[in-house]
């Protein structure tokens, strides 16, 4: 793992950094598309089985010297990780966020940002544009994304989130396959009737590898209630367990955390920074999973890694089934220098049978997958590919 720069930056300093990168802005035409895209694989968790992306969302900001950055919102098919929908991401979009953008001046990507600071939720619309716009600050100074947010590796360590399988014979096949590859973390996704069982038969056929859970909030309050895997789970030298708990259940999660060794890891209950601070003070988890889209945008993102760090607590970033759109977001995002831990980074290819980018990313032998130095999108967007998959399209100048 190289490291290009120094570590001595404050939180602050970074979030800062970035809040005050500046780039004259006129966003002169915006195009939204919803995009049907099945995946490779159905990826099945405590949420249920996914088939696919059937109405995720991308943005192309244009601004008005013609530079223009993607976004995307990688919304899924129901409302269960997170209470956003296809629909309700759309009317942000086109009806609420998006208009009062087009034909104004902005000094800097934050600027943007603050347009949108009263209203409440939207988080994947507001990350769409809040991206995208990034995408086009760094197309136009020509630096790339992490350079802008404080960067400071220029590989990130990866993991894979392995989906619920049939049976354990698959979930080994395939957790063998990853590794031989070089994916340096194993996340399985448990619910009840699948958790104990195939931990542990991960653990015993590959030795000491960084092995974590993630529950998806599937799982009822209570450290022996029947059932509950966690005592078992414990013994098994877990990273973390990611989320066993209901999002907003903070008192649970801290009375569970308190019996447990493992540290908890929190994803759905981190959902704006104020209730990360506040889950933190009150013991619900010891690691933070960083999700822009759940998090509505970069600048919350990096103001989590912030709070975090301060606190030397050990952040990653997850996934959401993202293209290599998103992903490029996420990849500069984890060189910032709290993201110690494996980051969710899979490859498109094995979600998607042809990304939306191209050329797109893939693991290093070595177990990691490299941050882009490309300014503008970590990785192009080859638009034949965006227009095959749309379904529905929206476009303004701003003048209609
Ligand atoms: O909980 O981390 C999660 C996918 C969709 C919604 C929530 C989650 C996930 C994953 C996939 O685990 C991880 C990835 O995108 O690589
Ligand atoms: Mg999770």
Request: glycine share 12%; net charge negative.
């Amino acid at each position: 793992m190289s490291v290009t720069t120094g570590l001595s930056a404050t939180g602050a300093e970074r979030l800062s950094r970035a809040a005050a990168v500046r780039a004259p802005l006129r966003l002169a035409r915006a195009s939204v598309r919803m995009l049907s895209l099945p995946l490779v694989r159905t990826f099945r968790s405590a949420y249920g089985r996914s088939a696919g992306r059937k109405r995720l969302i991308v943005l192309r900001l244009e601004d008005a010297d013609g530079t223009a950055g993607w976004g995307e919102a990688p919304i899924a098919e129901r409302p269960l990780y997170g209470a956003d929908t296809a629909e309700s991401t759309w009317s942000a979009l086109t009806d609420l966020l998006l208009p009062p953008l087009l034909g104004r001046p902005f000094g800097a990507p934050a600027e943007v940002a603050a347009t949108w600071a009263p209203i409440i939720g939207q988080q994947y619309a507001k990350n769409a544009i809040e991206t995208a716009v990034w995408a086009l600050a760094s197309a136009r100074l020509g630096v790339p994304l992490a350079g802008l947010w404080g960067g400071v590796r220029d590989v990130v360590p990866v993991g894979e989130s392995f989906p619920i399988c049939d049976t354990t014979g698959a979930l080994l096949d395939e957790v063998g396959a990853r590794l031989g590859e070089g994916f340096g973390r194993v996340k399985l996704k448990i619910a009840p009737g699948w958790d104990v069982a195939p931990a542990r038969a991960v653990r015993e056929a590959f030795g000491d590898v960084p092995l974590s859970v993630d529950a998806n909030c599937g799982y009822a309050p209570g450290y022996a209630a029947a059932g509950a895997p966690w005592a078992a789970l414990d013994e098994l030298g877990l990273v973390m367990i990611e989320q066993p708990l209901a999002g907003d259940a903070l008192l649970d999660l801290a009375e569970l955390q308190a019996r447990l060794r493992t540290p908890l890891c929190l994803d759905e209950t981190a959902a704006s920074v104020n209730l990360t601070r506040t889950a933190l003070a009150l013991g619900s988890g010891q690691v933070v999973n960083i999700k822009p889209p759940r998090l509505g945008g970069i600048l919350p993102a990096i103001a989590v890694h912030d709070l975090c760090a301060g606190q030397q607590v050990p952040v990653w970033c997850g996934g959401m089934l993202e293209t290599g759109i998103g992903r490029g977001f996420n990849l500069a995002l984890a060189a910032l220098p709290g993201f110690t831990l494996h980051s969710d980074m899979s490859p498109a290819r094995m979600f998607y049978a042809h990304d939306l980018v191209e050329p797109t990313f893939d693991i290093r032998p070595d177990g990691g997958i490299a941050v882009p130095d490309r300014a503008g999108n970590g990785f192009p967007v080859v638009p034949e590919r965006v227009a095959d998959a749309t379904i529905r399209s929206w476009e303004s100048d701003g003048r209609d």
